[in-house]
């Protein structure tokens, strides 16, 4: 997209109404697509020109749709949901309130296995950290493959794990050897707790996990295009004897 | 709005992957939405294929629907505008403005009316009507029938650089009256 949208903010609000209006071209449809990723603004500003104008949807005629179309959409509809449930408020932050900022992942790791309140035996497990390695998620994965995060309270200072406004974080999974990640969903926008029943990805000895920041709704490439917020590999953890 | 706090509630379940309750949404908004799709692409095997497109999205994307920003059947119309849209730019949005079937009832000013239903249209229709007839007929063929500039152009049958200029000159005065 070599286009350069305008700066001149009579120019910008012209585009975003355009946008919503219908009367961009294609390709000048797709530069405020892919300039709305990293323009909050100018989402803003189209989400509030969408606003304003959709009372004029009512303009055009109901018409019923032909009889068999729910049928085709819902066969058409992935087998497994790419989004995630909301959270419920996290149940372990508050044992990592205290976690020092120099302590060894190893120690993480342990301190879970040994401490995780009524949760199963995980067959997988790492903690995501920033690029700070400071410890932000802990994820797990049971044995029929669901994989779990959960929130750890940041330190101090430290990137809380919650996407800004119009953006929204998406996990991926990465097969050792591979070298496309694999989208596995977009968590809530408040931290807390998250399960993915049935994960795109068989959870793998080594498998990196990585949640990176992406536009609403998600990639819109189906590989990461924003940065890299938070990662870790997964780690088998024995069965219990 | 009850109706709207039903449609929220639904897209919550959406959101967690509940497909009854996109049943739900597809059995309350379909004949709604496949006018929106049609009003644009004039088509019923095109429209059903945006309506598809665009029920697939809102089952990725239910997730993303933020009640405290605005109105969920205002949400998901625009989904469906958006998929309808994208539909007639791949197809080339080939001229049609000689179609009868082509929005007579939406420029008939008395349409606007049909606004007044609630609150949200109440108040665009009173900005719209501080527009020229002319500026306010190509803002309105944009929107529900997804015309291109050229095409509201040919449909007034007013030169292109002509209606560029009334409807930019008209989202302004709305931002302005909207505000």
Known sequence: MSDTLPTDPEARELLAGEYVLGTLDARQAAAVNAAMLTDSDLAEAVATWSRCLAPLSRLALPEAPPSDLWTRIEATLPANPRIIAAPVASRLSWLWRGWALGASLAAAVLAVIAFLPNAEQ???????????????????????????????????????PAAPDGRVMQLWGLHPGQAAPVSLGLLPRTPGRVTIPTPALRPVNDMLIEISLEPAGGSPTGRPTGPILFYGRLIEVPAPK | MVEDDELAGLLARVAIGDRAALQAVYARQSTRLFGTAMAILRDRTAAADALQDAFLKLWQRAGQFDPKRGQAQAWIGQIVRHAALDAARARGREVLSDDPSLGDAAVDPTALDDLSAVEDGRRLRHCLRQLDEMPRQGIVLAFVHGLSHPEVAERLGTPLGTVKSWIRRGLLTLRECLA
């Open chain 1, 122 to 160: 995980p067959a997988f497990m790492t903690v995501l950290v920033s690029d700070r390695a400071s410890p932000a998620w802990i994820a797990q994965t049971d044995r029929l493959g669901a994989i779990s995060l959960a929130a750890v309270r940041p330190a101090f200072g430290d990137p809380q």
